[in-house]
């Protein structure tokens, strides 16, 4: 079972237009992060969002955190072509272990 | 700027074959991970290492091996590779701390075992 996961397996819209890409995890969480990954290249990170905050910004960039549904929102505003990628959100089975989960990603399409 | 490099970017193996792949940091981050990648899966981590002379097993260690000689370096070792075995493979590295630590990753090597 996926302890995190995108709600969305693609989207699409057009430049100019905002478009919010939705996370569910499964299991209490110290962070969540969130990246991206263009075509051809690794993944990158966008936000780093802690469990005791609700919301951060980078730029475009707004996501939200609600531990009570366990669930995370990252949003784009005045959406480019080039946020044209795969949006992931990770977050923590266990902190000691230092490792991250991912998600099955989401395709954001962004059509001129 | 971090920086984590992969080796080879595409390789092309035969079932049976030894495959090895390579990853170097020079972020003098404590931690590196190998993930693979394959379509409907999303990035599934396969080892980890939490500095020279460790290895951890991740999600989907069968088939596959790991070695840290060093600070910098971090490598995933297919003894016997299997045509299953296709996909891409992704190195990366970061600090200690779990989900508030950024992991940062390399550009990837496509494997494609006939």
């Known amino acids: 079972s996926q302890l995190a996961e995108e709600n969305s397996w693609a989207l699409s819209v057009h430049e100019g237009e905002s478009v919010t890409v939705n996370c569910s995890y499964k299991t209490s969480i110290t962070a969540l992060q969130w990246y991206r990954q263009k075509s051809g290249k690794g993944p990158a990170q966008l936000i780093l969002?802690?469990?005791?905050?609700r919301e951060k910004r980078n730029g475009r960039l707004r996501a939200t955190l609600d531990t009570s549904s366990q669930s995370s929102s990252l949003s784009i505003t005045a959406t480019r072509c080039e946020d044209t990628a795969v949006y992931f959100c990770?977050?923590?089975?266990?902190?000691?272990?230092?490792?991250?989960?991912f998600g099955q990603g989401t395709k954001l399409s962004i059509k001129p | 700027e971090a920086a984590v490099t992969q080796s080879p970017r595409n390789k092309v193996a035969v079932t049976g074959g030894k495959v090895t792949l390579s990853c170097n940091q020079t972020?003098?981050?404590?931690?590196m991970y190998w993930y693979r990648q394959d379509t409907g899966h999303g990035l599934r981590l396969i080892h980890y290492?939490?500095?020279?002379?460790?290895?951890e097993k991740g999600d989907i260690p069968d088939g596959y091996k790991a070695s840290r000689p060093s600070q910098e370096n971090f490598s995933l070792i297919l003894e016997l590779a299997t045509p299953s075995q296709t996909s891409v493979y992704f190195c990366?590295?970061?600090?200690?701390?779990?989900?508030?630590?950024?992991?940062?990753f390399g550009p990837g090597t496509r494997l494609t075992v006939l």
């Open positions: 290492s939490y500095g020279a002379g460790s290895t």
């Open positions: 969002i802690r469990s005791n905050e």
């Open positions: 990366a590295s970061g600090g200690t701390g779990g989900a508030q630590a950024e992991q940062f």
């Open positions: 990770a977050t923590d089975v266990d902190y000691n272990q230092g490792k991250l989960i």
């Open positions: 972020n003098n981050h404590n931690n």
